[in-house]
């Protein structure tokens, strides 16, 4: 018996899906078919949903997402009033932590961690605009949140090493698992993470 070949519209919605993280060859199709059910005008509105994606625009200060040259974040005076910059690896990490409600201070995308395996050094990552910022705008304090592995703890010894020194430089507390990530977890444990930061000696 032959396999069944679906039509090429399909089958190229479905390869897209498919490219998720977390998204198996079951859930590609099964989304797929659930698209092929909407109406015409539903789905030319998320084909424009989609395609405004390309002109999404980020802050040139910490990286968040910005309708201008800068976040709603990066706009507050309040915010840039505390004098405290939280450090994080992605914008996922970040938007995590923003659920939370707990840090008031701003944030610096570094756009991951350091990892040789992988060809990625501190000049492929946003630390020498973060010393930048530490310095122009008399940061007093550091907040690392990155997460708890051989890379994070790697980029962590980086950053005091590059920092300014009597700069106070932290780490959020960890009742977080070894190997886990920020974006996944619930925002009681982000908080109890901030309330239990630790000087990075």
Known sequence: MENLTL???????IDFFSQLPGVGPKSSMRYTLLLSN?????LLSFGQSLKELTK???CYR???FSEGDLCHICQSSY????KVICVVESL???LAIERAQQFKGTYHILGGVINPLLGIGP???QIDKLVGRVLNESIEEVILALNPSVEGDATCSY???VLPEGLSVERIGFGVPIGSHLEYLDSMTINKAFENTTIIE
């Open 56 to 58: 999404l625009e980020k």
């Open 79 to 82: 915010r840039n009033q505390m």
């Open 92 to 94: 996922s990490d970040c």
């Open 62 to 64: 910490c990286g968040l």
């Open 159 to 161: 950053l005091k090493q």
């Open 7 to 13: 039509p090429a519209k399909l089958q190229k919605v």
């Open 123 to 125: 000049d492929e990552l």
């Open 38 to 42: 909407w109406n015409e005008e539903k």
